[in-house]
């Protein structure tokens, strides 16, 4: 339900802004919005059963389930490394730069959102 109403928040965001539908009027957004949110609130709401998603091959249990033994919590350490936390700042700063040319320079973006591209300072 958190997602839905995410999702929900997210479309009538959308459809408030001039750019999302460019040449309406407010009533005709506003009209888009409230059929775009009831068409994703059907579509949310309904959700298939396990043999529709097998039939489609989109759910398959396996016959064999394999169990193995491992390490128990005290004898392991599943924490994983942090390798961030030994940058230094000019690592960081490089970083930042080569992410900033590939995204000004590299990554294709649509025109109408290119606005929305985030550079890193």
Request: hydrophobic share 35%; charged share 30%; aromatic share 8%.
């Amino acid at each position: 339900h958190v997602f839905t109403r995410h999702l929900l928040s997210i479309c009538g965001t959308l459809f408030n802004t001039s750019l999302a539908l460019p040449g309406l009027s407010e009533d005709e957004r506003h009209q888009q919005a409230t059929k775009v949110k009831t068409i994703l609130k059907k579509r949310l709401s309904q959700r298939s059963s396990v043999k529709e998603l097998k039939q489609r091959k989109i759910l398959k249990f396996d016959a064999y389930a394999e169990v193995a033994e491992t390490w128990d919590v005290e004898s392991y350490d599943r924490s994983g490394e942090r390798p961030w936390m030994y940058l230094t700042d000019h690592d960081k700063i490089m970083i930042k730069g080569e992410l900033n040319a590939f995204k000004a320079h590299e990554m294709p973006v649509h025109p109408a959102s290119a606005h929305m591209t985030r550079f890193h300072t």
